[in-house]
Every structure is written in structure tokens, then in C-alpha cells.
């Protein structure tokens, strides 16, 4: 299969037409049978409230949640117009339960699944008041079976061996950093992740400047394509990788039975060997002064 992870700019739509005329120039141009797009990147659909709704935390994060079911049925006609499975940019959702961070993936069937963001950065507890979602999910599809881990859950290696011990293939990792070290964090846990798990993570990061949100005002990332650095993949384990802050798609070949082949006879066999630490894992003090 190929795989499209998009560098992805947040813009401001006048009309509802602007936004269906750029995300189907971006999936027009994919040209592959999964796109990832990133975190947070559905806080453009605010700017159809206007400045002053856009201009505002909270009643931005409204507006966006209200547009949601729309977007959804353009990702989803989108995906079976053009054959592909299509990661959307996840959005902040009003829930009965609080806000959460939803990512939701269409098959091109006209199926779809979501995933929510599970442990929340600073910025989110303690500003944006988005709250844990539901469970980590493992979709089973035509391409293999692939569960979305996003920005800072990447970080977390419990939560990428719990949906791999699920049989996970692929991760998909959208994400949205303010900075270069933000950047570096989820690159680096998706990196570590495909290492591990001896899978292929995907990220997709927003990217430039938007001055009209507070929340996503500025945004650092490349989009990356990784694997596990064994046979059949490169030295570095980077099968793809964009320029930093450079729109557009970042794409690679994706054979799944290269990974059930570095999992069954790797150089290393990481997950196999994953359960010997639970049983090496406690630690004695010695004192030697």
C-alpha cells in the first residue's frame, strides 16, 4: 500500500466551498490508499463563526464540535469517490461527558471509526479543559489493522504495546506542536514506537502560523513515515520524512508483510521479548559508598 502523512497548514474559510475545495485538492493529490492528516487540524472549521467566535478559546472550540457531523460526511464521500481510507484531522467534540480530542478514520465503504485522545498535555487539562475520551480502538480493515495514538498519547509506550498486543500493524500519529521541541517529542516517541512495537507509525503534524486562533497560533512539524531499523526497511528506520514547516504530502511504500517478517525473524525481536522486562523490571538499591 502507500501512505500519505500531510505537513498541514490551518486556514480561514469564508464559505463552507472553500473547505470542500481544499481538503479534495488534498486528497485528489494524495495519490495513496491511506491518508493521515493531523491534530487539531479541524479548527479551521471555526472560522465559519467569524472572527470574533474564532478569536475565542472556548466558543472556538464549540463552533468546531457543531461542524463536525459536516466535515464528516465530506471526509466520508471523499473516501469512496477516490478509493482510500482517510484519517481526518481530529477536532475537539462535545460529549455528554466533557470535551475530548476525536480523530475519526473512514473506509471507503462509507464506514467510519474514531479515536480518542487519551492522556491530555498541560495546555488541554489546564486551558482548553478537553477531557480523556473513549478507549484506545483497533480498526480492522482492508489495508491491516491500524489504531491512532495521538501527539502526546505517542509518548506513552504502554498505550501503543496495549493496541499492538491487539495486533496492530500500523499507528497512526496525528499531531499539533508549538514548537520544535514539542515537535521532537512525538517524533521521537513515534520513532521509538515503531521500534518496539515492530510496526510503522505514521505522523502527521499542523503546521505555520494562524493568527486568528488561540488555540493553534503557531504550529512546527514535518511529516514522517517509520519503521522498525531491521531487515527490509532503512538503517534509521525513517522509510519518508518531510522538510520541516513544508506543506504537502509525505509518502511511502508500505508492505505489511515486512513487518510480520522482522516480527517473526528480526535482527532483534523487540516484541516478542517485550513481556521479559515485566518479570526484570524490579529494582533492588545497593549501596556501594
Known sequence: MKIAAATYPIDWHDSWQSYVDKLSHWVETAEADLLVFPEYGGMELASFAGAAVAGDLQASIAAVSERVSEADALHAALASTHGCHILAASAPVVTADGVVNRARLFAPEGVMGYQDKQIMTRFEREIWDISSGGALQLFETALGRIAVLICYDA???LLAQAVIAAGAEIILVPSCTDSAHGFARVRIGAMAR?????????QSPTTGNVDWSPAVDENVGAAGIFGPPDHGFPATGIMAEATLDRPGWTRAEVDLAAIHA????????????????????????VKIS
Do not use: K, M, Y
Open 155 to 157: 509518548e506513552f509506550p
Open 194 to 202: 515503531a521500534l518496539e512495537g515492530q510496526c510503522i507509525t505514521v
Open 262 to 285: 522482522v516480527r517473526r525473524d528480526g535482527q532483534v525481536l523487540n516484541l516478542a521479548h517485550w513481556p521479559e522486562q515485566l518479570t526484570r523490571s524490579q529494582v533492588q538499591t
